[in-house]
């Protein structure tokens, strides 16, 4: 099935982590409050943000798109810090971002190694200390684990 993705997904969190290969499709922004308390703040200029962007709908749309264009105008740079399939989407936001002086902060490195990653890291290591660069067939692996059970990771 081929289907047409055009949906955004944000989320928010604190400390978040990601698994699989979710993490090279993300782009973090990090929020960094001016002072500790944030929450406690009511001196902003727009009190309420849901009426402000319904009566000023039209207006934040026409200054989003007026930025897009000047980036497309300016020949879209790009900020290209990888090469998976997400890369020219994340290096065209990361340009956008800071073509307008703007900034996602955080890093890819923040979000590059998930918890799964780490496991995967650990295991194909410790492949490589028993098998080094030797090919292997499942069999092979199935074999040294019959053989040395749990052991087989502190094998030679």
Sequence with gaps: MTARNDRLWLATGNNAQFGGDLGRRLAVAALDPPAAGHHLRTDFRIKNLGEWMQTHRGEYLAALLTVARGWVNAGRPTEN???????????????LMSWFDGSFGGSSAEIAVSSEDEEWHLFLVALFKVFGSTPFTTKDLVDKISTYGAGIWRQP
């Excluded at 810090?81 to 340009?95: F, L, M």
């Design 81 to 95: 810090t990888r090469s998976d399939d997400y890369a020219d989407w994340i290096g065209g936001v990361r340009g």
